[in-house]
């Protein structure tokens, strides 16, 4: 049975529906007063714009270099869904943090929308520590990176050729390349692999001579009675008002959802490949010990190489540290980056 992330047909639109569970302080739109916050715009080195929102410290002293942390959204996501709250959790403890839109999503530049490119997505991590080391309120050398969901297989990609990134943290990680070729579990046939494949090249040749560009996987837009669970915890969040955001033009028809034709270039993505040369770079790794992701923060952690960090977060799913303030461990992602981005 094809999990979520394999669906290839987009369901059918409605409004996002009332209903949400905020249990235990899930609270996405979280606003701070007690930061300096700004909307900031910088090119990668592709010369496409990048966008974010940036946080200091409401008490940050002018002359001050201070620590930074780059954290990314759950893939298909924007920087309001999850990445804005955690850079702001985080800022208030005394970090510098930017919360950014990956290339083709949100507010950054790219065209087609929806499009994956895994180098580029990396790139955009990389592109934020150009940024953040040319601000005279950052210490360039402590700047650490933190992925949520699809962005920590990504952010552990761009650090294992960019050791400016001195601390590299995971969140409800999902390896994008193995969920794609073999699906959770490794339930995914190799023959239903090429089967994607073919359709997706195929459609390369629809949208070559201008036909209608197809969209695949990311979360379903209505619940029937056998939805699996799994769709059900994404549709909780990003189909209700707990977490559901639109990007100015864009629509809710396409959030979450990448297009059909480059959504296979995740199969040829490796991000674990290699991982263990990122030491002696830290790594932590953090996860639910209910979700059903589990299973890549697993296996980094196993192919990592010293220093490094596995926390299970007792009793949450792969969703729940999206938002869930009570059970996100904030202190332990602070402690760690204090830690390893130390003052001089």
């Known amino acids: 049975m094809r999990t979520l992330l394999l669906a290839l047909a987009l369901a059918a639109a409605i409004p996002a529906a009332p209903a949400q569970d905020l249990s235990h302080g899930a609270d996405n739109f979280y606003r701070s007063g007690r930061l300096t916050q700004r909307k900031v715009n910088f090119d990668n080195q592709y010369r496409m714009r990048i966008a974010g929102n940036l946080f200091l410290p409401g008490d940050h002293e002018p002359g001050r270099r201070y620590p930074a942390i780059i954290v990314g959204h759950p893939m ?7 990445a804005t709250l955690y850079a702001q959790k985080l800022a208030e403890q005394g970090f510098v943090t930017l919360a950014i839109d990956q290339s083709f999503w ?5 065209q087609p929308r929806n499009v994956v490119a895994p180098d580029i997505y990396a790139e955009a991590f990389s592109a934020a520590v150009d940024y953040l080391g040319m601000q005279d309120f950052v210490d360039r050398e402590r700047i650490g990176v933190l992925g949520i969901c699809g962005s920590g297989s990504l952010a552990i990609s761009a650090a294992k050729i960019d050791p400016r990134m001195k601390a590299i943290a995971t969140v409800s990680m999902y390896d994008m390349g193995a969920a794609n070729r073999d699906a959770l579990n490794h ?3 190799l023959e239903q692999r090429k089967a994607i494949i073919d359709e ?11 036909g209608a560009t197809r969209y695949t996987s990311g979360t379903v837009h209505r619940l029937e009675a056998d939805t699996h669970p799994i769709q059900r915890e994404f549709y909780d969040f990003y189909r209700t008002p707990r977490g559901a955001f639109t990007p100015a033009g864009s629509s809710p028809e396409l959030t979450t959802h ?3 034709s480059s959504n296979v270039k995740f199969m040829n993505f ?8 990122i030491s002696p ?6 996860s639910g010990d209910q979700a059903h992701s589990k299973e890549f923060s697993e296996q980094a952690y196993r192919l ?4 490094k960090e596995l926390v299970w977060v007792k009793g949450a799913g792969h969703v729940d540290l999206y938002d869930r303030t009570d059970l996100i461990p904030f202190e332990r992602l602070a402690s760690f980056f204090r830690r390893n981005l130390p003052a001089p």
């Open 76 to 82: 298909g996501a924007v920087k309001e869904q999850s």
């Open 106 to 110: 949100g507010e950054s530049a790219g």
């Open 187 to 189: 339930s995914q046939t």
């Open 200 to 210: 997706a090249a195929r459609q390369r040749w629809v949208e070559a001579g201008g």
């Open 258 to 260: 990448p297009t059909l």
């Open 270 to 277: 490796y991000p674990f490949n290699d991982i263990e040369t």
């Open 281 to 286: 770079r830290p790594m932590l790794f953090i």
């Open 304 to 307: 990592a190489g010293q220093p």
